[in-house]
């Protein structure tokens, strides 16, 4: 029996799917298929019913799984025992960024730590700032850079890099541009564009706008702030934004505060309270670069990184 076999087993009962578990370990699907079957033949019964259309459990696989992850966390416990010892950082790290996010400062963190801990692999997945604190909370991810509308994502600790109000931003002659501020009840005869529902500009709005007992038309969606701008200045509509992205844009469009709407977005590092070594470090050296780099906005004050990292919120 071989530690991959047992690994392979586990990945097809957890995805239900020898094509989606293949994925997931990175190899073809008829290896994983060949060592599940060698894995079958040693223990002497079937794992798999794989008459249907999903890979289920069968009663033997059902008592087997238990053991196998046993079995896989027994060795991962001893090789970070010894790890420990010899004063290395070893293992797999999945960090989470939101899709079409511009702050490079997360990437000047994952070189440094590259270079000072080689034995780690990581894996970079984009996604949407909702789905990535929902993977963090399931254990799926270690570490995301994330925004979000509230101080503090139940359940997660974080670190915040920066915070930035909301704005409705028009292109040259739009008829809100010349009034240096805008309500809701303005901007409601008006189309809107803004980030899809999950992201941390949208969220805040909505937010926003639930509290202040109106529901806003969002006529267009794009995946990127970049994109949602670009909309707004060939004249589809007002874009909601945030400020430093309307700055960026000027003089092709104006920004106009929000009267009565206090929206803002976090943007911050989250984690699970409990970590690994790899994700410690980790986190030291994400805290470093943003530190070192030129504020993106109105950043919270820098906690000592001998200190336990505070839990601010994610925009």
Not at 141 to 166: F, H, K, M, Q
Not at 249 to 270: F, K, R, Y
Not at 289 to 306: M, W
């Amino acid at each position: 029996m071989e530690l991959r076999q047992l690994e392979y087993f586990i990945a097809v009962a957890e995805e239900a799917n020898f094509t989606r578990a293949a994925e997931r370990v990175h190899i073809s699907q008829s290896g994983v298929s060949s060592q599940v079957r060698q894995l079958e033949n040693e223990l002497g019964a079937q794992l798999f019913d794989r008459s249907g259309r999903t890979a289920r459990l069968t009663p033997a696989g059902i008592a087997a799984l238990e053991h196998a992850r046993a079995a896989l966390a027994s060795v991962e416990a001893a090789r970070q025992a010894v790890d420990d010892v010899n004063g290395l950082v070893r293992g797999k790290l999945v960090v989470g960024m939101v899709t079409a996010c511009t702050v490079t400062t997360l990437f000047d963190a994952l070189s440094t730590f590259h270079r000072s801990h080689p034995g780690v692999e990581i894996t970079l997945l984009e996604d949407t700032s909702e789905r990535l604190v929902e993977r963090l909370r399931a254990n799926m991810i270690d570490l995301a850079l994330v925004g979000t509308s509230v101080t503090n994502p139940a359940g997660l600790e974080a670190y915040e890099i920066a915070r930035e109000p909301l704005v409705a931003a028009v292109p040259v002659g739009h008829p809100l541009s010349s009034q240096g501020r805008t309500t809701l009840a303005d901007l409601g005869r008006y189309s809107l564009i803004s980030l899809p529902s999950g992201t941390g500009v949208r969220t805040a709005f909505d937010d926003a706008c639930t509290a202040m007992g109106v529901r806003m038309r969002i006529t267009l969606q794009a995946g990127a702030p970049a994109a949602v701008a670009d909309l707004a200045i060939r004249g589809l509509g007002v874009a909601i934004i945030s400020a430093s992205m309307a700055a960026q844009q000027a003089p092709w469009l104006t920004a106009l505060p929000i009267e009565g709407v206090e929206a803002e977005t976090v943007l911050s590092l989250v984690w699970t309270s409990v970590t690994n070594p790899a994700t410690q470090h980790l986190i030291g050296h994400c805290r470093r670069s943003f530190a070192a780099s030129r504020p993106l906005s109105h950043p919270a004050p820098e906690p000592e990184l001998s200190a336990p990292v505070s839990s601010y919120g994610s925009s």
